[in-house]
């Protein structure tokens, strides 16, 4: 008896513990559940309507859709190695250079996220057209002969997503640079390495959790965009949120737009799965 | 002196208006230890920094071997560093991080092997080569650090205050055992810390530094026993230390006069008369005195403190108005009888001082 009584307030102290950040995160949690994984819920019931799986059957082996969603995955992987290629050279940028410089550069790197995407979208159509300014700058410079094809293709696409999703890959990025010791760097130089070598075997190693950070969001966000590929690819571009979007919208196939929607799903979460392993067998150090 | 593996000549640093080096000489034989003795912004660590190359001097050379390396890229010097927090490479196996140097220098991969597995054997450490750094202790990953700035026999080893972290007794037996690798390789180091104790025991010789300067050269039995200013007086070793004119008693034997009129006799001065000097009388050199003993200098004193640290007791005797005199005793002998507030008598030879100019008083 003498114990419980003691046990008692201690567990009521324990619970207390937890209750304020419970409370405190009650409601975005409760936000969360019924905007998001209920609708979730809801999609998945859907694309197994009527106790089959031919949604799935169909979205997994009929060609146009598992070419797509191949194509995808493949856009997927160009966006990240392209944003990783550009952004990695300006998170080093930002990370070493004076808080003035690092300014001016945050400044610009993040100007796109304050206009609408839908109007980035329509401002790249300007830029990149036949008659855009890009190729009339180059027409006119004497630079090419014939307008190049920008818009209306992969090259589109690529360049309106990559403009996007560059932040996505640059803060992670950055962030792990900031934290690099700059000792380790003068401790490789002092025992001899030369400046491409301490680039390759010290600092790129240990800002590689930065990088795969980077690339799993850039590729997880770049699989599911809609509007950009829509846009900017005129509709030979083909990205699987694009067909969901027809499913749904012309032939009223909520069934299979939803299986279509769950497959991604499981392919962004397959991938997020394996750059999480990844990733934690290359923080073992940190 | 044997010949100079490394040369340091009228080194110059000065940031903005502030010279953090006013023209520093220093000469290391070959095998010898030389510690850079020094309060923090004494100077010590922008001198090492220009020894290894991440900084440069406004003025001065800096010769490695008869080699001007002054203006050489760090990577160019084959200078071995363990820096202060060890530097060590996190993503890098112990084994890995001291190839490292190695591996620079473009050696064949079964030679890295062989030679990296031999320092690792000399540092105790070849169990634990497959391991990563932060899966060691800190003594085990300063003796990473310690293999990797020696596995390609540098011609300089630089250690940074390489001691800070580590708790007393670890200290103290990684000092012994970085001297004994450093006597068995043969190595020119260079030692830089602001611990005096330290020093006295790691060091060939010690170069006491303060200001930019380097106030005195010498072994620890000099610097210790020899200190030229106040400064080195004060700063190496336990002290008493008091400032004096110069003068002579009715015997016509040298005295100095302390601002409170006490007259203490001192050994023969370099100094003219009536110069104010730091006299300077270790804590073990007075004698707690019983009746019928004679010194050349006897006071009464009171107990103000006592202080004990396992070996031997301190006691802190106040001698006149503004003077306190230290005493340190062995504890055998009469230990733990004196309280505060008793008076007593000590007494100490002018053999058993030492006297420096005030030049250099902090």
Not at chain 2, 44 to 59: R, S, W
Not at chain 2, 61 to 90: H, S
């Amino acid at each position: 008896m003498a114990s419980a009584r003691i046990a008692a307030p201690r567990r009521r102290r324990r619970r207390s513990e937890h209750a304020g950040p419970l409370a405190f995160a009650s409601l975005p949690l409760a936000f969360l559940f019924l905007l998001f994984l209920v609708p979730v819920a809801r999609l998945m019931l859907l694309s197994v309507e009527g106790g089959t799986f031919a949604n799935y059957e169909r979205a997994l082996t009929d060609g146009l859709y598992v070419r797509v969603l191949l194509g995808t995955l493949q856009i997927g992987l160009y966006v990240s190695v392209i944003c990783l290629v550009l952004g990695y050279p300006v998170a080093h940028f930002l990370a070493s250079a004076s808080r003035r410089w690092a300014t001016i550069g945050f400044v610009f790197l993040l100007l796109p996220f304050w206009t609408s995407l839908l109007v980035r979208t329509y401002a790249w159509m300007v830029l990149l057209g036949r008659n855009g300014v890009v190729n009339r700058f180059l027409l006119e410079s004497g630079a090419i002969r014939e307008p190049l094809p920008l818009l209306y293709n992969m090259t589109g696409v690529l360049i309106g997503m990559v403009h996007v999703l560059l932040p996505f890959m640059v803060f992670p990025i950055y962030s792990i640079m900031r934290r690099v010791d700059r000792g380790l760097l003068l401790a490789a130089e002092g025992l001899g390495a030369t400046p491409w070598k301490i680039f390759a075997r010290i600092y790129v190693p240990l800002t590689l959790p930065g990088v795969l950070a980077g690339m799993t969001l850039v590729f997880i966000l770049s699989i599911g965009f809609y509007i950009t590929p829509a846009l900017l690819g005129g509709g030979r571009v083909l990205m699987i949120a694009v067909l969901i979007e027809k499913q749904v919208r012309e032939f009223l196939d909520w069934g299979f737009a939803s299986a279509l929607s769950m497959v991604l799903l499981g392919a962004a979460l397959l991938v997020y799965a394996a750059f999480r392993r990844l990733l934690r067998s290359d923080l073992q150090w940190s | 002196m044997r010949e100079a593996d490394l040369a340091v000549s009228g080194i110059v640093r000065r940031f903005g208006n502030v010279a953090a080096l006013g023209g520093i000489d220093l000469a290391v034989a070959r095998g010898e230890l030389v510690t850079i003795l020094g309060p923090s912004g004494s100077g010590k660590t922008t001198l090492l920094k220009i020894i290894a190359g991440f900084e440069l001097p406004d003025e001065g050379i800096v010769r490695l071997k008869g080699e001007d390396i002054t203006f050489a890229a760090p990577a160019k010097r084959g200078i071995g560093m363990v820096f202060q927090n060890y530097a060590l490479f996190p993503h890098l196996s112990v084994e890995r991080n001291v190839a490292f140097p190695l591996e620079m220098r473009g050696v064949r991969r079964a030679e890295i092997r062989e030679r990296v597995a031999a320092v690792l054997r000399l540092v105790d450490l070849a169990d634990l080569s497959a391991r990563l750094p932060r899966e060691l202790s800190g003594g085990q990953q300063q003796r990473v650090a310690l293999a990797r700035s020696v596995v390609f026999d540098p011609g300089l080893l630089l250690l940074d205050e390489p001691f800070g972290a580590l708790d007393r007794k670890l200290r103290e037996q990684m000092q012994l055992e970085v001297k004994r690798l450093q006597r068995r390789l043969g190595l020119t180091t260079l030692f830089v810390t602001h611990d005096q104790e330290e020093a006295l025991v790691l060091s060939d010789r010690i170069a006491v530094m303060s200001e930019g300067r380097i106030e005195q050269v010498g072994t620890p039995e000099e610097i210790y026993a020899h200190p030229v200013n106040w400064f080195v007086a004060d700063f190496v070793g336990e002290s008493n230390l008091f400032r004096g004119h110069l003068g002579a008693d009715e015997a016509g034997r040298p005295v100095a006069v302390t601002e409170s009129g006490t007259r203490i006799r001192v050994p023969q001065p370099s100094f003219p008369v009536g110069s104010e000097v730091g006299v300077l009388v270790r804590p073990e050199r007075p004698r707690l005195m019983g009746d019928g003993q004679q010194a050349d200098n006897v006071l009464r004193g009171r107990v103000v403190e006592v202080i004990y640290v396992g070996e031997s007791v301190k006691y802190r005797l106040r001698i006149d108005a503004r003077h306190d005199l230290l005493v340190r005793w062995p504890f055998r002998e009469r230990a733990g009888t004196l309280a505060a507030g008793d008076d007593v008598t000590v007494g100490w030879n002018v053999t058993d001082m030492h006297l420096v100019a005030v030049s250099g008083q902090a």
